[in-house]
């Protein structure tokens, strides 16, 4: 089913977390941003090399925009980010306690965002666990932050990356059989430029509301399917 990507995250939020706790606090924060910038330029690294991948570099385009305007539209980071802070409202407000905040918030930052559908989809469709190995290292960066401040609920987080990126990859590599090698590719590259665009936020260049363009990878696959 091509959940090695999904375990690898797993491992490292939990090691993270186990970092964080044990040593976090005397761990300097300019060690801890160089590694974020290192991590960031090879997600960089990863998105060109996915984009080059298209051979229909407008189709591409033209579900960049369908797509960006749908998500503007929808608002769906909005509702993505309302969602949550609800959730947690819901959750933490009902237990009280500082593990179920801290598990409810990292678990919200780990699952709501554009690298985990993404790098699902790659595990899924074909069975790469690039962004998902990219994503762990992330991941087990801000658990060793979080965790060093809001203890051992951060671990916990690793129950829903597993469940919610697990679940995901599953469904993705049913659909692989649906989809030709053809959009596969173009979902691929379109993926890509919005890892660039992860990535540009992660070094602080510019923030990019990646949420909104998600439902751009369904256009590029819907436009290649039709032939266009």
Not at 84 to 95: D, H, N, P
Not at 193 to 210: D, Q, R, S, T, Y
Request: overall charge positive; hydrophobic content about 55%.
């Amino acid at each position: 089913m091509g959940l090695l990507g999904t375990l690898v995250n797993v491992l490292a939020i939990l090691a993270g977390a186990f970092v964080g706790i044990v040593i976090g606090t005397r761990l300097p924060q300019r060690l801890i941003k160089t590694v974020t910038q290192a991590t960031g330029l090879g997600i960089l690294l990863i998105g060109m090399i996915m984009a080059v991948q298209t051979k229909k570099p407008i189709l591409v385009i033209i579900g960049l925009v369908a797509g960006a305007v749908t998500g503007e539209l929808l608002n769906l980071e909005g509702l993505l980010n309302n969602c949550g802070r609800r959730l947690e409202k819901f959750i933490a407000g009902r237990s009280g306690g500082e593990i179920s905040r801290a598990f409810v918030s990292a678990s919200l930052l780990y699952c709501v965002g554009a690298m985990a559908i993404m790098g699902s989809l790659e595990a899924g469709l074909k069975g790469s666990y690039t962004i998902l190995y990219a994503k762990a290292v992330l991941d087990g960066i801000l658990a060793v932050t979080m965790a060093a401040i809001q203890g051992w609920g951060i671990a916990l987080a690793s129950v829903s990356v597993l469940l919610y990126q697990g679940s995901l990859t599953i469904m993705a590599s049913w659909l692989q059989g649906y989809l030709t090698a053809a959009v596969v590719n173009e979902i691929t590259a379109c993926g890509g430029l919005l890892l660039i665009a992860i990535a540009l936020g992660v070094l602080e260049i510019k923030e990019m509301h990646v949420g909104n363009f998600l439902p751009a990878l369904l256009f590029v696959a819907l436009f290649t399917l039709l032939g266009y």
